[in-house]
Structures are given as C-alpha cells and as structure tokens.
C-alpha cells in the first residue's frame, strides 16, 4: 500500500506549523511521488487541534489518503517512511540510475503490463520509436521494453531532457537521440534520422508530432508501422483532424483518451505538478490572495483550479466551451470572458493546449508584473511566436518578456509546459498507469493491425478495468463483487417486482 509518513516536523521543514502549501510543495518537488491516490499517516502532533484539522482537510482536497499513525492500515513495499522530505533522495540531483531505479520502485503497474506483453509477443520483433520527454519515468518505460527484447529508441526535444537519464538509457542499450543544444532544425534532422535507421514499427508519440513528421517526410514507413499509441489531448486532436481529412496513414491509438490516462495524468498528476512547481519557482504561498485566471476548464484546468483554491487563490475560469464553464459553476468557481479579467489578473494560466490561447491583445491588457504560464501542452500556446523582441532570458524558469508597446510580464517556463520544463513532470505513480495503458495500446495494435484502418481507435474499456485492478491491488484495495448482477437485464421492470414495489 502506499504509505507515507507526514510528521510534523516533515510538514514544517520551513515554514510554521501544519503548513501544508509548504509540506506539499517540497514532498511533490523532491520525491516526484504522487500526492494524489497515496496514502500518509498522520502523527499525532500534526493531527491535533485545529491546524492539524486544517491539513487533513486540504490533504483529502488534494486526493491523498489520510490515515492516523496508530491505525491498523497495511503497510507493503510502497510504504515509504519518510520522516522528512530530506529522508528520500532528491529525484532532481540523483544519478541517471539512481533516479531511475527510485521510479521504478513505484512504477509496478507496467512492469505487469510490460511483463504480460513479452510473455504473449515475441518482444524481439518489435522496433519501437518513443517521442517523450526523456526523465527517469519514461525511462523506465524503455528500459523495460528493451529488457524484455524490444529495439527501442527514443528522441527528446532539447528542453525536456534529463542527460543523466539519457546517458544511462544509452548504457542500457537505448539508442537516445537528444541533445540540449539542438537548434530547431537540428532537432528535426535527429528525429528523421531516428526514423531512417530504426525504421520502426511501432511509435509511441506525445503530442503527435514525431509520427507526423513520419507521415510528411517519411511516407513509406506507413507501410511497415503496425501504429501509433498518442499520448496526449493535443496530440490526439492532431490525429482526429488527419482521419476526418482522410490523410491519416496509419492506425492510431488515442491512449490519451482511456480513464487510466486522463482520470488520473490530466485530472490529478498535472495540477498537482504544476502548483508545486509554480510554488517552486516563486514561493510556497504564491497562491495565497492571488488573483487567478485559469484558460481551459478541461481536466487539466479543473485539477489545476481546485488545488490552487486550496492555497487561497481566487480563481476565475474562463472556457470557450458553455458546458465547461457550467461545470466550473457548479463547482463554485465564477466563469467569465477572458478579456474582462486580464486587467484585474495577478496570474494567467493556459490550460487549452490550443494555439494562440494568449494572443498579443490579450498580453496588451494585462498589468506589469503579471505572471503568464502554460499548464497544456501546445507550442505557442501563449502566442510568443508574435513577439520578435521577447527577452534575453526565455530560457529561464522565470522571465521577463516585454510586450512592445504593452506591459513588462513575468513568463514562467519560456512558455513551455511548466511541470515538465521546470519541474519533473507527472508524479512517478501517475506516469506508472499512463504508461501501462501505452503497453495495453502496443499489446491490442500487435493483436489486431490486421483488420484495422487508418482511423484513431480508443481501447476497449476492459483493458482499462484491467489496469485499474492492477493498481488497486498493488496498493492494498480491491473491488466489490456483485453476485446477483441485474444491471444489463432490460427484461426487469419496475412492474416485475414480486410485491409490486414501484421503484
Ligand atoms: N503538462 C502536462 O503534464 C500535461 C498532461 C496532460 C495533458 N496536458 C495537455 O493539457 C491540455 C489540456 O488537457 P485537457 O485534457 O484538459 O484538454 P480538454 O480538451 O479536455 O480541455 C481543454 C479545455 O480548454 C477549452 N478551450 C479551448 N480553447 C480555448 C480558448 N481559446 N479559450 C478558452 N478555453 C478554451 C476547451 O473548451 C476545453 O474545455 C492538452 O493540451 C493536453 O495535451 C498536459
């Protein structure tokens, strides 16, 4: 089960008593682990009184499971004992390995699922060309498929690489293309010839770039790729557009569209990475009386809205979509026009994962000093790509980009995703199911290419139950069986019943 232990002084390493936007801010950025879905004891001392009450209550808004020190709760290989963050290794200065090794402790979900795959396949047929940010969690993804007798390689965009990850990927039989000084067309030229000597049959893509550079300037692999197994919202949208317009070469699986990828990657893993790395970046009650823009009330936006709301934000919702906004309602969040709270905004965050969210205009009507951030996923989401003159320091965490004849705004992330480029992404738990459902995806197009077209395909919802059972039983908690299951009889009415109960 997975257990941590929160003491008070773990809770307090720099801040005053039971200051959970503190605790939480250093346990997410050091530890990568998941706050969401875990379970923490609670000592005594935190637990008492009215502070202790407090951090219960924002904990459980924050998805964790709060049990108390002395409970009969199991304990197994995930529990951690952590008395203090500084008990854990800090996942941002360990080793390739090191890191490595700590992800994989926590990643059994696709050990199982990569496991399943070779014991059905033979792994040795299989090349297989990963476009990920490369950090120790997709690492682990390869390294397993590789373990297992796959040909793996992988390329990763200069700003989301971790060198010691990809030298130790490399030691372990990975060929890795990725190098932080790439200038755009190098990056490009790496890619291809990722392509060209793998020649793979399978791609594992996030954002659906690297296999439409495959489909543009590659077009006879189409004829040897058995699919494609998309990560993400953005990347599954670019595949939707291409099967409608009839140029899509090649069966695609939208993994980014099963419940164990965006119940969990986008509603949980996101918010809660990017609000600590937020914090990170500008201190652990950044949030507090902020006044908060949050663009895209999809999962991302939401899981992002309610944790920032729990650290005193006040946060208004702004979605193109009627339905969207009515759900931000009834979760008590006010929904306006985007261009009526830019003026009043302390902070604007995208969370669309659509070009141009933030255009110049926008930019033009917000205060100096207001913090600008993408929490989505699409280049230029923020429409940068309009200034010519940004700032000196775009490739820094925080940065100052002058809008010409407009105000002075703080940028965080140059732009870029924030948890990925200024943090360490996804939690290493929640990056354990998406990855276990991009190995459900390989393991059903290796099972059916034969009869697939060229179309986008969701996966059947048993393999995400499948999933689901396996993660619930690695930490300890099972499902209810029904013996007497009615739910799919439409002979039983209402007029059946024996004693002529109406409902
Ligand atoms: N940073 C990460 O680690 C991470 C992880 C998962 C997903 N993502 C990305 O986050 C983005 C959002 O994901 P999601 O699953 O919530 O997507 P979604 O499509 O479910 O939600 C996006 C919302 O934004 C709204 N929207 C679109 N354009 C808008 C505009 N111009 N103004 C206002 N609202 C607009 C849509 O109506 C929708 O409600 C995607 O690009 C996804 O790929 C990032």
Redesign the pocket.
């Known amino acids: 089960m997975s257990q941590q232990h929160i003491s008070h002084s773990d809770a307090s390493a720099n801040a005053t008593s039971c200051d959970f936007a503190t605790w939480a801010r250093d346990y997410s950025q050091h530890t990568n682990r998941s706050l969401a879905g875990s379970r923490f004891i609670l000592t005594k001392t935190l637990n008492s009184g009215s502070t202790g009450c407090a951090f219960e209550q924002v904990a459980q808004e924050w998805g964790m499971n709060i049990v108390q020190a002395d409970s009969p709760e199991d304990h197994n290989n995930f529990t951690a004992h952590v008395e203090s963050t500084a008990v854990e290794p800090d996942l941002r200065t360990s080793s390739g390995k090191q890191a490595m090794d700590l992800a994989q402790q926590h990643m059994p979900v696709l050990k199982k699922l990569v496991d399943q795959l070779s014991h059905e396949h033979d792994m040795r047929q299989l090349r297989v060309a990963m476009c990920l940010i490369l950090e120790p969690k997709t690492a682990i993804l390869a390294r397993l498929l590789v373990q297992a007798g796959a040909q793996v390689g992988i390329y990763s965009g200069p700003e989301t690489l971790n060198t010691r990850v990809a030298q130790q990927l490399e030691s372990e039989g990975v060929t890795v293309y990725a190098n932080p000084a790439w200038n755009p067309e190098e990056a490009k030229q790496a890619a291809l010839t990722l392509l060209d000597t793998l020649k793979p049959n399978l791609i594992i893509d996030d ?1 659906a770039s690297f296999a439409r550079l495959a489909a543009r300037e590659r077009p006879e692999l189409a004829a040897t790729l058995i699919g494609v197994a998309e990560e ?4 599954v949208r670019a595949f939707d557009a291409m099967e409608i317009d009839q140029v899509l070469p090649f069966p695609v699986v939208a993994v ?1 569209d099963s419940l164990m990828k ?1 119940g969990f ?2 509603a949980h ?2 918010g809660e ?2 609000i600590t790395t937020i914090q990170q970046l500008l201190g652990a009650h950044c949030f507090q009386d902020t006044a908060l823009t949050v ?7 939401r899981g992002f809205a309610r944790r920032a709301r729990t650290l005193g934000a006040q946060v208004t919702i ?4 009627p339905r ?1 906004c009515l759900q931000a309602v009834f979760e008590g969040f006010p929904t306006r026009d ?1 261009k009526d709270t830019l003026p009043a905004a302390d902070m604007v965050i995208s ?4 070009y141009h ?1 933030v255009n110049l205009t926008h930019m033009h009507s917000m205060r100096d000093g207001t913090i600008l951030g993408v ?4 280049a230029n989401e923020i429409a940068l790509d309009n200034i010519p003159q940004k700032c000196s320091q775009m490739n820094e965490p925080v940065s100052e980009l002058h809008i010409p004849h407009g105000p002075h705004l703080t940028l965080l992330a140059g732009g870029n ?4 480029t200024a943090g360490g ?2 939690p290493i738990e929640i990056m354990d199911l998406s990855f276990a459902v991009q190995v459900a995806a390989l393991k059903w197009l290796l099972e059916n290419y034969r009869t697939l077209d060229k179309k986008v395909y969701r996966l059947p919802d048993l393999v995400d139950q499948q999933i689901a059972l396996a993660a619930l039983s690695s930490r300890g908690y099972e499902i209810s069986h029904s013996e007497d299951n009615t739910s799919n009889n439409w002979q039983v009415t209402r007029f059946d019943q024996p004693n002529g109960t109406q409902y």
């Not at 993400?232 to 990347?235: H, I």
């Not at 969370?351 to 659509?354: C, F, I, K, L, P």
């Not at 995703?417 to 990925?420: A, D």
């Open positions: 954002g993400t919202t953005s990347g980014n965006t990657d986008n893993g996101t990475t990017c663009i895209g009330f999809g999962p991302v936006g702004c979605d193109t979509d969207a985007l969370a669309t994962g659509v969210t929490i989505g996923g699409m995703g924030i948890n990925y992404g996804n």
